[in-house]
């Protein structure tokens, strides 16, 4: 989740980090007034830098050449995400949609006329655009549009110099995402097949009809996402992270024509969430986090300079950009204590320097403590999560919420996150768990949870809570439940599912009428049906079964519901029938709508109140505890 909002717990201060020579550093970023920094890209010459920050509750674009200290502010549009200089090095492509409805547009900068606003490259309403690659010598970019069709994306190069949208490519039956080279030009993309396979294909310079393979197991997961992460290699190879015919995702080199495996870089307890390589292929680091980060760097000059980096203990990289040449690197390290920077690394210099520090206002002995933990289901599942305990609190008979994450092919990392900080600072222990659906544990955790949406896959909640009755951590009269999306659904479901063992839950954006909800998903999501139904059951009676709707007369307990009026991914009807249906049932339910949000709570002006809110209703409903424990009707068998 976003962690926009929190202007009351954070503050932002520049730091000075190690470097070898200050005359070959660029400066430091000195603006007090900015949040954190979590948008970023570095031009492809290296030479200039753009970032997105929140100030005055507006997110802005900022920029400035990189070994200067001047700082310009581009004209402020609403709700921009993902700025990527172009392949010239001038001009800066962003993406906006209008209050959350994901519609999203390409909109371009110039950087040489800061005081210009952006011009929109694809003015078209009702659709969405995706921006592929931006990194074309000419200065073009390659994006995605459903122009033709509601369903179909076909590929387009646009850019300044262009008076609209060129076809370079149209959608084939199934595809899922495309792959370019370092340079901008289209080399391959990804289909699902008719009976749910994945197929990678590619067209090579030279070839005349697209070739591929398909991958050997038998259904796709959405965690079976296959990332090209080099060039074409003159052997015919290429690089993904990938599952292939592991368990778990990792740097794998392929050949593009039969999609055999060359060589492999082997995990190390979970899905690979980052890899770099060098200009010539070679694999700079690869990191995945297993419980706490594991970070792998394998190019000897690039590990010393990044042990220079005075950094919390546990850091690991959020997000990254790079030049071309690979010779400068811009990582943004992030830990649990919210603590966040921005470093330069200069490999061809030997040159580190911690550009922003972004980090919380509290003492050290303020901050919440949070620990990896893995907890045992009742059917011998292995579950990894975190814990977060409060500042100066012992982990004994606290009051705690389990904060279930989306998804539900998502997962809980290790991190700050905002949801969990904020509990934990109010005094509630805030349990996490990746539960089997979740994705970032390989294929078997996540289709342990085929067919066990509602099912198993709350067992796995339930046990989690039972984990932490039985450990002691938790009081079992003040128990709270939580979560956005399918976490939103999950924190109905407990309340009906399993009642009494939650005082009262908390839930966003979450759909809790399924079969409603399937036939509402938007025409491009639609071809991962398939997947939904393996997942929730393709009988709408089941679907019905494992809805909180079907259920309303268990529900026990408060309910606090959240929803944005544009959500593009579960339509605001879902709550609004629910609510209805709750209040006819003489249930208490409390619901707030936001006119400009879609799928999930962004903007600092709603996520204030949002928190409020929460901290409100818990008060009211742990603050002292319930007369009955009843979570012996749910643990005995832990």
Excluded at 197 to 220: C, N, S, Y
Excluded at 564 to 577: F, H, Y
Aim: hydrophobic share 40%; net charge negative; aromatic share 8%.
């Amino acid at each position: 989740m976003k962690w926009f909002g929190l202007v009351l717990l954070i503050a932002a201060s520049a730091f000075a980090g190690a470097t070898r020579s200050e005359a070959q550093a660029p400066p430091q970023i000195f603006d007090q007034n900015i949040g954190d920094i979590n948008e970023f890209d570095l031009s492809p010459d290296g030479q200039r830098l753009v970032w997105l920050a929140e100030r005055d509750n507006k997110k802005l674009v900022y920029i400035r050449d990189l070994f200067s200290d001047k700082v310009q502010v581009l004209p402020f549009v609403p709700r921009l995400t993902l700025p990527r200089w172009n392949g010239q090095n001038r001009y800066i492509y962003v993406l906006a949609d209008q209050e959350g409805d994901e519609n999203h547009h390409l909109l371009v900068y110039d950087a040489n006329n800061p005081s210009a606003p952006p011009r929109d490259l694809t003015p078209y309403p009702g659709k969405k655009s995706i921006l592929i690659d931006a990194n074309n010598p000419d200065g073009s970019a390659l994006v995605g549009i459903n122009l033709t069709s509601p369903a179909d994306f076909d590929v387009y190069r646009v850019s300044p110099a262009l008076a609209s949208p060129q076809l370079v490519l149209s959608h084939v039956p199934g595809q899922i995402s495309w792959m370019s080279t370092m340079k901008g030009e289209l080399f391959g993309r990804t289909v699902m097949t008719g009976d749910g396979k994945l197929r990678v294909e590619t067209k090579l310079p030279g070839q005349k009809k697209w070739r591929g393979f398909t991958m050997a197991h038998d259904f796709i997961d959405l965690g079976d996402g296959i990332a090209a992460n080099s060039d074409p290699l003159p052997d015919g190879t290429a690089w993904f992270v990938v599952r292939a015919g592991l368990d778990l995702a990792t740097p794998q080199r392929l050949d593009l024509a039969t999609g055999a495996l060359v060589e492999a870089i082997p995990p190390d307890g979970a899905d690979t969430n980052l890899v770099m390589f060098d200009k010539d292929m070679r694999p700079l680091l690869v990191q995945s986090v297993p419980g706490y980060p594991s970070l792998r760097v394998f190019d000897p000059a690039l590990r010393n300079l990044l042990r220079t980096l005075p950094l919390p203990i546990h850091s690991f990289i959020k997000a990254s950009s790079f030049n071309i040449a690979m010779t400068r690197l811009i990582l943004l390290f992030s830990s649990d204590s919210g603590e966040e920077n921005l470093v330069y690394v200069d490999r061809s210099q030997g040159v580190t320097q911690t550009l922003y520090r972004h980090s919380t206002s509290l003492l050290t002995n303020q901050l919440p403590r949070t620990t990896s933990v893995t907890i045992v289901a009742r059917d011998n599942v292995t579950l990894h999560g975190y814990l977060t305990i409060p500042a100066g609190r012992s982990p004994e008979n606290l009051p705690l919420v389990l904060n279930v994450h989306g998804g539900p092919w998502l997962r809980d990392i290790w991190g700050f996150d905002a949801n969990t900080a904020i509990l934990a600072l109010q005094g509630y222990a805030v349990l996490r768990v990746n539960f089997r659906g979740s994705g970032g544990y390989g294929r078997s955790l996540e289709e342990a949870g085929i067919g066990e949406w509602g099912g198993k896959m709350q067992d796995d909640l339930t046990d989690a809570a039972c984990w932490a009755i039985s450990q002691g951590i938790a009081d079992p009269r003040r128990m709270a439940i939580m979560g956005g999306s399918y976490g939103g659904y999950a924190a109905v479901r407990a309340m009906e599912r399993t009642p009494g063992l939650f005082v009262a839950a908390i839930e966003e954006d979450g759909p809790v009428d399924l079969p409603a909800h399937l036939k509402d998903l938007q025409p491009y999501t639609k071809q991962f049906l398939p997947v939904f139904d393996a997942y929730i059951g393709k009988d709408p009676v089941v679907q019905w079964d494992r809805s909180p709707m079907a259920h309303i007369d268990r529900i026990e307990g408060p309910i606090m519901a959240f929803h944005g009026m544009n959500d593009p991914r579960v339509r605001v009807s879902q709550l609004k029938r629910f609510e209805e249906a709750m209040r006819a049932a003489g249930k208490d339910i409390t619901t707030f709508y936001f006119e400009d949000e879609g799928h999930g709570v962004s903007s600092n002006k709603n996520m204030l109140p949002f928190f409020q809110n929460i901290k409100e209703f818990l008060g009211k409903n742990l603050e002292k505890p319930r007369d009955t424990d009843r979570s012996g009707n749910y643990c005995k068998k832990l």
